[in-house]
């Protein structure tokens, strides 16, 4: 399984960007899909998840600013971002969960988005 990507990039404080994950298999077989980032000197964390029955999460920081959705038919995750900050800078993933027939996570290699002025 391959996880692709793209719409990073550098922007101004309060500006926004849409994330692309598009997936190399039907992304309704997978349980959970996410998107997870990393920021220099840190940790990866959770930012958002969608279930395969379209049940969203979000960490507590992004609630309210970043919205993720999916489209079946094109097999590509997405996530809105706004409202976005200087400490927004990471590397976000994407992440694709599958509990049969083993539990596995799939990654990305990531897209850089930059916030700064």
């Known amino acids: 399984v391959q996880l692709v990507e793209s719409g990073g990039g550098l922007v101004q404080p309060g500006g926004s960007l849409r994330l692309s994950c598009v997936v190399s298999?039907?992304?309704?077989?997978?349980?959970?899909l996410a998107w997870y980032r990393q920021a220099p000197g840190k940790q990866r964390e959770f930012v958002a998840s969608?279930?395969?029955?379209?049940?969203?999460n979000y960490s507590n920081s992004m609630e309210g600013r970043f919205t993720i959705s999916r489209d079946n038919a094109k097999n590509t995750l997405y996530l809105q971002m706004n409202s976005l900050k200087p400490e927004d800078t990471a590397v976000f993933y994407c992440?694709?969960?599958?509990?049969?027939?083993?539990?596995?996570?799939?990654w990305g290699q990531g897209t850089q988005v930059t916030v700064s002025s």
């Open positions: 298999r039907n992304i309704g077989s997978f349980d959970i």
């Open positions: 969608i279930s395969r029955s379209t049940i969203t």
């Open positions: 992440n694709a969960y599958e509990t049969f027939p083993t539990p596995i996570k799939y």
